[in-house]
């Protein structure tokens, strides 16, 4: 199985976030696109998208916007 390149490979809802996991700006691109232009990273966010859990992007977008969401 080859490496996830997280700098150029295409990412979907479904790409799994790997220990290999960077915050690049592939990832910010695309997690704006989902997010919204209002998307940022935070060290605690940062912090539970590398928790060793398995997750994939979607779940990360998932997990932004509940904690985001305009009340």
Sequence with gaps: ???????????TRQTPVTKDYR?????????????????????PFMAWIKNETETTIGDVVDEWNKGNKKR
């Design 1 to 11: 199985m080859t490496k996830f390149d997280w700098h150029s490979d295409p990412i």
């Design 23 to 43: 915050n690049t700006q592939n990832v910010r691109r695309f997690l704006r696109s989902q997010c919204g232009n209002d998307f940022r990273f935070s060290r």
